[in-house]
Structures are given as C-alpha cells and as structure tokens.
C-alpha cells in the first residue's frame, strides 16, 4: 500500500483557505458526489492513466449542486491533507463553494 508524501509547501497550506481550478468528474451525480481533475475524465485517475495527485475531493457547502462532466470551475475552500483515511482522497476541499 503506497502512502503520500507531501512537501513543505504543501504541507505549508493544510488547514488553510485555497483556490483550485479542474475539470468536474462525478461520482455519484444524485448525492452530489464529485472530485475536482487536474486533467478531463478520459485520463483522469479512475479512468484514465493519472495518479491519484491529479483529483481532489470536494465536500461541498450546498448539496444540491449539479455539475457537467469535464466543466472546469473553479472553487474555494479549506485544503486538508489526507495521509491515512482510505476511503478519502489524498487531497480534500473542505466547505468547497463555487468560485463566481
């Protein structure tokens, strides 16, 4: 089982407020399940050839947001670094909100 790494830099902004962009890859449309790609979903890490540094799990503030596959927003929230759950991604948005 292979367990991140994370640089100082990174490690810098845990717990702080970020701005991301990427592009929408849904997990479960009806429960508002999405993670935010560093590259579209035909080579993102579920379903292409990228590692699992290119997603970020989104925990949305609103719920009921619907989004288009492969739209790319951008979105606002508290990072938090993930080094042990592993029904979680290795990077999280927490309290995500739409960048408008």
Not at 2 to 27: C, H, N, W
Not at 29 to 46: D, P
Not at 62 to 74: K, N, S, V
């Amino acid at each position: 089982m292979l367990s991140p790494t994370f640089g100082e830099r990174v490690k810098a902004v845990d717990g702080q407020e970020v701005e991301i962009s990427g592009f929408m890859v849904p997990l479960d449309v009806n429960a508002s399940e999405y993670v935010l790609s560093g590259v579209t979903m035909n080579a993102c890490f579920f379903c292409g050839g990228a590692g699992p540094e290119s997603v970020m799990e989104l925990e949305f503030t609103d719920e009921t947001q619907e989004f288009e596959t492969d739209q790319y927003l951008t979105f606002i929230g508290i990072l938090r670094l993930n080094e042990d759950d592993l029904t979680k991604l290795t990077y999280i948005l927490e309290g995500a909100r739409l960048k408008e």
